[in-house]
């Protein structure tokens, strides 16, 4: 057997290949434009708080201070304020993902099973809940007759399930064969035993999805809780961070040389947001390959 091979073959698959490394080539570096802009104000933020006042004041924009102080880090601890925070957002934490994770996992395999009676109604109620909700005013009558104003509950209860994220979960739990929970089902395991045993076991890569999701939402909760909270002493950290923002505003103070200076400054600003994302920082690298999975996972079957 002889295989024959033109010059026109050739001439095809070289012009094929260089296309490819050429494409390669364009594709890097966007990649490294795009990260380069994600980058560049990250290391400008971290900068300034390493900077000075009357270095930032003189140069807005920097990578790099010339005199790196950790002043800027040293007045946020000082203040104290940032540990209550940190308190009460991992409290938020601990409390509400597993509440989060409950109620979306019992109702995302609930509605993956529409073969009862309105279960097509209730998913397509819940996703009316997507473009409508009561309102800022109903939620606080709710929370006011329950009798929860000022307490962290009212945070935590009023955020229980994300209907984005169980709509995502609902659809990876269709994707799991039908005749698994048959065959349990026949084995006697009834649907809590069948939910915690055979599905949550194959569901791994959705359930880190949304236990990041969720995580950071609960991590970022400050809106809930300017509403609802009203002592300083349980303010969560993103609400604290927003008071420093206020406060740099409004306060101001004279130096030596009587030139005006912001005494709470961008910098002390900027501090706290970086230790607002250390937690994060460090949850993310171990959740990122089933984040990635469960992501494209759940939204190729619908």
Do not use: H
């Not at 304020?81 to 601990?94: A, N, P, Q």
């Not at 306060?251 to 400054?265: Q, Y």
């Amino acid at each position: 057997m002889y295989l024959f091979i033109s010059k026109d073959m050739v001439r095809y698959s070289m012009i094929k290949k260089q296309g490819f490394e050429t494409l390669d080539i364009i594709i890097t570096i966007v990649l490294l434009f795009l990260t380069a802009l994600i980058l560049i104000p990250f290391l400008n933020i971290l900068a300034i708080t390493l900077a000075t006042n009357r270095e930032y004041l003189n140069t807005r924009f920097f990578l790099f201070p010339r005199s790196p102080t950790f002043e800027n880090y040293i007045r946020i601890i000082e203040d104290g304020r940032i540990f209550y925070g940190f308190r009460t957002t991992l409290v938020y934490v601990i409390l509400g993902v597993p509440l989060n994770l409950f109620l979306t996992v019992t109702m995302a395999y609930g509605l993956s099973r529409l073969n009862f009676p309105g279960g097509k109604f209730i998913f397509f109620a819940i996703l009316i809940t997507l473009l409508f909700n009561g309102g800022i005013i109903p939620m606080y009558l709710l929370m006011m007759q329950l009798g929860l104003i000022g307490s962290i509950w009212s945070v935590i209860l009023i955020t229980g399930i994300n209907t984005f994220l169980m709509i995502i979960t609902r659809t990876y739990f269709t994707t799991i064969p039908d005749s698994l929970i048959e065959s349990a089902k026949i084995d006697g395991a009834g649907e809590w035993k069948i939910l915690f045993k055979v599905i949550l076991p194959l569901s791994m890569p959705i359930i880190a999805t949304i236990t990041l999701f969720y995580t950071v939402d609960r991590w970022n909760e400050w809106f809930f809780s300017m509403i609802f909270i009203r002592s300083n002493f349980i303010i969560p950290l993103q609400l604290f961070i927003r008071n420093i923002a206020v406060d740099s505003n409004i306060l101001t103070t004279i130096n030596v040389t009587g030139d005006e200076e912001v005494r709470i400054a961008d910098g002390m600003r900027m501090a706290s947001v970086v230790l607002s994302m250390i937690p994060i920082f460090c949850l993310f690298p171990f959740l990122q390959r089933y984040f990635v999975k469960g992501v494209m996972i759940g939204a190729i079957k619908a």
